[in-house]
């Protein structure tokens, strides 16, 4: 059974960095996107960042735009967060659109990143 794993997550100061990996395991996956979304507590889910199989193109959202970068291999993507504020705090999870459609359809089950002094 297709999984997508997330690893990388945790405690950092503000200011700091962490690198959030995404592995696709239990089989192959042909995909057309993946991307990273985070759900903070009390708030909708928010999308973060998204690469496209096709030529690599990317797109952030607006609140760390500038400060991410999303970049992938065949089986995984990776998500480099840099100047990392407290708002960055949340749940983050890997999701992948495996059939075109515009929407994820395998989703990783989340990793916590905390962002604290």
């Known amino acids: 059974q297709v999984q997508l794993v997330e690893s990388g997550g945790g405690l950092v100061h503000p200011g700091g960095s962490l690198r959030l990996s995404c592995a696709i395991t239990g089989g192959t996956l042909s995909w057309y996107a993946m991307g990273w979304f985070r759900q903070a507590p009390g708030k909708e889910r928010e999308f973060v960042a998204v690469?496209?199989?096709?030529?690599?193109s990317t797109s952030y959202g607006p609140d760390v735009k500038g400060r991410f970068t999303i970049s992938s291999g065949k089986n995984s993507v990776y998500l480099q967060m840099n100047s990392l504020t407290p708002e960055d705090t949340a749940v983050y999870y890997c999701?992948?659109?495996?059939?075109?459609?515009?929407?994820?359809?395998?989703w990783g089950q989340g990793i916590q990143v905390t962002v604290s002094a």
């Open positions: 690469i496209n199989w096709t030529g690599g």
């Open positions: 999701a992948a659109d495996s059939s075109n459609s515009g929407e994820p359809d395998y």
